[in-house]
C-alpha cells in the first residue's frame, strides 16, 4: 500500500512507467525553441497544460511575468507581475511571524455551520473574514469527513459574508475525478490549491487557480495598488514541467484512472470492513474513492481556541496517559504492518492507484489479515 503520491505511476503498469521514463525524450521533440530564459516567455505546451485544467475546472488562470503572451489568444486570462524584485528594494516588505498567523486564524470544527456562521459574525464586527479554506473532502483527506450538504452550505454563508471560498485540492485535484472534488461536489470555489499533479511529479509542483477577479490580485497581477498577494516560484510555469503535468492529465483521461483507482479502493476498503467483522475488532474503515481510512485508534479532540484554551489545556494534563497509550498503540500498529510488508507512510490512510489490480489488492488484505489475526483483546475489551 502507498501513501498519498501519483495516481497513475508508482507500480506496475509497465505501459504507464514507460511514458514516464520517455517524458524527457517527449519534452526535447516538443519544446524546440519555444521557450527563451531572458524573456521568461511561455512555451505551446504552457498553454496546452491550461487548457486542459480549464476543461475540467471552470476557473483557471496563469500567473507569470508580462512577457507571457500566447495564453491571451488561447482564451486564458493572462496576469503580468508588474514588480520584480528589483523594484520592491527600499520598499517596506511585510514580514509574517508565526503569532501573526494564528492571531489572524480561526479553527471550526468540521460540519459544524453554527459554529462557523458565529465566527463569520463575529469577523464582520472587526471588518469580516478574508476566506475559508478547507478539504472539501474533510480534514487530513478526510480523515474527518465532510458532506455534500456542507460544502453547498459553506459556499452560501462565505457568499453571505463576503469571504472567499478556497479548497484545497492537493490530493483530490485529480484524483477523486478529472474535475476533482468541486467537480464531485458541484461546488465552485474562489480559488483552488494543487498539488504535485499539476506537474506531473516534476519541479514546481503546486498551483493556484481562481475567478479573474481574485487571480489578478496576485503579485504576479495585473491589479495595481497596494492590496495584492506576491505568489511565485523559480520553477513555475517552466516547459518541462507543463509537458509532464499536460501528459499526466492527459494519461489520467485516457486510462479512466481515477474510475479503475476508485474501484480499487472500494474492494480494499470493502475486503477490511470483513476482516474486522470476523476479527471482532473495534476498527473502523472507510473510503471515498481511491482514498481509503483505516482508523485503529479513536481519535482526541482539543479546541485550542481563545474561548477553551484552558479547558483543553486541563484536559490534555488529565488524559495524557491515554495520549501515551493510543500512541504507542499506533506505533505498535506500524511495525506489525511494516513486518508484513504493508508500509502506511501517511498513518492511517491508504491510497490506490491505477497500478493496483485485484490480484495486488487481495494480496494486501492478506497482509492485513496476518496482523490482524495476532491483535488480542484485554479483558476490558481493549486492543
Known amino acids: 500500500m502507498k501513501s498519498h503520491g501519483v495516481l497513475i505511476c508508482g507500480g506496475s503498469k509497465e505501459e504507464t512507467m514507460n511514458k514516464a521514463v520517455l517524458?524527457?525524450?517527449?519534452?526535447?521533440?516538443?519544446?524546440?525553441?519555444?521557450?527563451?530564459?531572458?524573456?521568461?516567455?511561455?512555451?505551446?505546451?504552457?498553454?496546452?497544460?491550461?487548457?486542459v485544467v480549464k476543461e475540467k475546472f471552470k476557473y483557471a488562470a496563469l500567473v507569470q511575468t508580462p512577457a507571457v503572451n500566447a495564453c491571451a489568444n488561447k482564451g486564458i486570462p493572462i496576469y503580468a507581475q508588474l514588480d520584480d524584485m528589483a523594484q520592491m528594494i527600499g520598499r517596506k516588505i511585510p514580514v509574517v511571524s508565526d503569532n501573526d498567523v494564528v492571531r489572524y486564524i480561526d479553527e471550526v470544527r468540521p460540519n459544524d455551520l453554527n459554529m462557523l456562521e458565529k465566527m463569520l459574525k463575529k469577523n464582520r464586527l472587526k471588518g469580516g473574514t478574508a476566506a475559508v479554506i478547507l478539504e472539501p473532502v474533510g480534514p487530513e483527506s478526510g480523515t474527518r469527513p465532510i458532506s455534500?450538504?456542507?460544502?453547498?452550505?459553506?459556499?452560501?454563508?462565505?457568499?453571505?459574508?463576503?469571504?472567499?471560498?478556497?479548497?484545497?485540492?492537493?490530493?483530490?485535484?485529480?484524483?477523486?475525478g478529472l474535475g476533482g472534488a468541486?467537480?464531485?461536489?458541484?461546488?465552485?470555489?474562489?480559488?483552488?490549491?494543487?498539488?504535485?499533479?499539476?506537474?506531473?511529479?516534476?519541479?514546481?509542483?503546486?498551483?493556484?487557480?481562481?475567478?479573474?477577479?481574485?487571480?489578478?490580485?496576485?503579485?504576479?497581477?495585473?491589479?495595481?495598488?497596494?492590496?495584492r498577494a506576491y505568489v511565485g516560484g523559480t520553477l513555475a510555469a517552466n516547459p518541462l514541467s507543463c509537458l509532464a503535468g499536460y501528459t499526466a492529465i492527459r494519461e489520467i483521461e485516457r486510462t479512466n484512472a481515477c474510475e479503475i483507482a476508485g474501484a480499487m479502493g472500494d474492494r480494499l476498503c470493502d475486503g477490511l470492513k470483513e476482516l474486522i467483522d470476523r476479527y471482532g475488532l473495534p476498527y473502523v474503515a472507510y473510503n471515498q474513492g481511491s482514498i481509503v481510512h483505516l482508523e485503529c485508534t479513536g481519535?482526541?479532540?482539543?479546541?485550542?481556541?481563545?474561548?477553551?484554551?484552558?479547558?483543553?489545556?486541563?484536559?490534555?494534563?488529565?488524559?495524557?496517559?491515554?495520549?501515551?497509550?493510543?500512541?504507542?498503540?499506533?506505533?505498535?500498529?506500524?511495525?506489525?504492518?511494516?513486518?508484513?510488508?504493508?508500509?502506511?507512510?501517511a498513518g492511517s490512510r491508504l491510497y490506490t492507484s491505477l497500478a493496483d489490480t485485484p490480484e495486488i489488492i487481495d494480496e494486501a488484505l492478506n497482509r492485513f489479515e496476518e496482523v490482524f489475526k495476532h491483535v488480542k483483546k484485554t479483558d476490558k475489551g481493549k486492543v
Open 23 to 51: 517524458l524527457e525524450d517527449i519534452c526535447k521533440r516538443n519544446i524546440k525553441g519555444n521557450y527563451d530564459l531572458a524573456q521568461n516567455t511561455t512555451s505551446d505546451k504552457t498553454v496546452e497544460l491550461l487548457s
Open 148 to 176: 455534500k450538504e456542507y460544502n453547498m452550505e459553506v459556499r452560501k454563508l462565505c457568499d453571505k459574508y463576503g469571504a472567499l471560498l478556497i479548497f484545497d485540492e492537493v490530493v483530490t485535484g485529480f484524483r477523486v
Open 182 to 227: 468541486q467537480g464531485y461536489f458541484n461546488v465552485v470555489p474562489d480559488l483552488t490549491i494543487f498539488g504535485k499533479i499539476i506537474a506531473g511529479g516534476y519541479p514546481g509542483a503546486g498551483g493556484v487557480g481562481g475567478k479573474k477577479e481574485y487571480a489578478q490580485l496576485m503579485a504576479a497581477g495585473l491589479a495595481t495598488g497596494k492590496h
Open 299 to 345: 481519535a482526541m479532540s482539543f479546541d485550542f481556541s481563545s474561548m477553551s484554551f484552558i479547558k483543553s489545556a486541563i484536559g490534555i494534563l488529565k488524559h495524557k496517559n491515554m495520549m501515551y497509550e493510543r500512541k504507542d498503540s499506533m506505533e505498535r500498529m506500524g511495525a506489525a504492518y511494516m513486518a508484513n510488508g504493508i508500509v502506511t507512510l
